[in-house]
């Protein structure tokens, strides 16, 4: 293990929009991204995201989820045998969607399982240290004494969503709506 401390969910200083569509019907300038990645990474922060999946008959899910930040990427612990999970197993396009103070945020990009030992650790010592989750790594997933009910039973899989679009919609001052776009 490691001799390095338990990392926090940190600021995605490196992940800039490399588009900004101003997509406001009544006059409002763009919303800055710096609005949406500062609150969604401040420490301490509960929010419930909610990630859609397809089913592979095409039908959608929606799940909510206990998503955090770590070096500028979500992650989402879920049980193997939930829809949610399943349905990544054949299609990893995904969304996830968060109501933060001031701002709705819709996230565009895909979810891929995380089985690195580093990777699990560093999640869920943020789970432990910053959410009060007492997640702890076993082999490949976490377990914990308790979770949601919607992720199942332990142990859980672990998830990296990578978004590649973002549509902010505000609802507080500076109003606006706006789409920012990545590159990955």
């Not at 900004?20 to 420490?43: C, E, F, H, I, S």
């Not at 396009?93 to 891929?112: F, K, M, N, Q, R």
Request: with cysteine.
């Amino acid at each position: 293990m490691s001799s390095r401390p338990a990392a926090r969910p940190t600021l995605m200083t490196d992940l800039a929009p490399t588009d900004t569509t101003n997509l406001d019907g009544y006059g409002n300038a763009a919303l800055g991204w710096d609005r949406a990645r500062v609150a969604m990474a401040k420490p301490g922060a509960e929010f419930t995201f909610f990630l859609g999946t397809c089913r592979p008959d095409g039908r959608p899910h929606a799940a909510g989820v206990g998503a955090q930040w770590l070096d500028g990427d979500l992650y989402f612990p879920s049980g193997p045998g939930t829809r949610k999970s399943r349905d990544l197993a054949v299609n990893p396009v995904c969304t996830l969607s968060v109501h933060l103070p001031g701002i709705d945020l819709v996230l565009d990009g895909s979810a891929e399982r995380v089985t690195d030992p580093e990777t699990l650790e560093r999640v869920a010592a943020g789970y432990r240290d910053v959410h009060g989750w007492p997640a702890q790594v076993d082999g490949d997933a976490l377990t914990a004494p308790f979770s949601a009910p919607s992720a199942g039973p332990p142990p859980w899989h672990l998830y990296r969503f990578t978004f590649h679009t973002a549509v902010g919609v505000a609802g507080a001052e500076p109003y606006g709506a706006t789409r920012w776009r990545f590159r990955r």
